[in-house]
T-cell receptor
């Protein structure tokens, strides 16, 4: 069975601090995909990044960066120089592919609060 | 493109009532999904569809039904609503293209059953 654990339920930092959100996953699939989604206070889900199991390169997009390590089954997300607009709930998710479909398994989410 | 749209945005049901949550997408996506998000929790898959006429159960299908008569629409039916179905419901869709795996979500429907 697939499982995603986001051990940090809530994080609160002061603006401009760096913050890392942890994600640990479990799967028996050799091919799988990892995702991060952002859920701002307005409630919608915003796709941030996708990574497949064969691509362990870290990725940077502006102030966001992701560290994928298969050896520790982790896919951590770092926000550099955080801003108040980064306040949201962040979800890590995992999927395999079954008959062309994709079933996402979500972690419980980390509520990030950036204080001015 | 409007993307993924859901109606209604909010609804209050009495125990035992039924309703249909509407979901539509205008991106010609084959794959569509229904999730529920309970307070303080991640999303859980209720049902999904790989194309018109084809649906299958997800992790938490009990108490729900779906149909997919067109590519665009994927309604979720609640029969005999129960307080345990109080949740936020999200519909999502995904492109049929190989190598494209991210799902795009609608704005959600907040349902309260009392």
């Amino acid at each position: 069975a697939q499982k995603v654990t986001q051990a940090q339920t809530e994080i609160s930092v002061v603006e401009k601090e760096d913050v890392t959100l942890d994600c640990v996953y479990e799967t028996r699939d050799t091919t799988y995909y990892l995702f991060w989604y952002k859920q701002p206070p307005s409630g919608e889900l915003v796709f941030l990044i996708r990574r497949n199991s064969f691509d362990e390169q870290n990725e940077i997009s502006g102030r966001y960066s992701w560290n994928f390590q298969k050896s520790t089954s982790s896919f951590n997300f770092t926000i550099t120089a955080s801003q108040v607009v980064d306040s949201a709930v962040y979800f890590c998710a995992l999927s395999g592919i079954i008959q062309g479909a994709q079933k996402l398994v979500f972690g419980q989410g980390t509520r990030l609060t950036i204080n001015p | 493109n409007a993307g993924v749209t859901q109606t209604p945005k909010f609804r209050i049901l009495k125990i035992g009532q039924s309703m249909t949550l509407q979901c539509a997408q205008d991106m010609n996506h084959n794959y569509m999904y229904w999730y529920r998000q309970d307070p303080g929790m991640g999303l859980k898959l209720i049902y999904y569809s790989v194309g018109a006429g084809i649906t299958d159960k997800g992790e938490v299908p009990n108490g729900y039904n779906v149909s997919r008569s067109t590519t665009e629409d994927f309604p979720l039916r609640l029969e005999l609503a129960a307080p345990s179905q109080t949740s936020v419901y999200f519909c999502a869709s995904r492109a049929p293209l190989a190598g494209v795996y991210e799902q795009y979500f609608g704005p959600g429907t907040r349902l309260t059953v009392t």
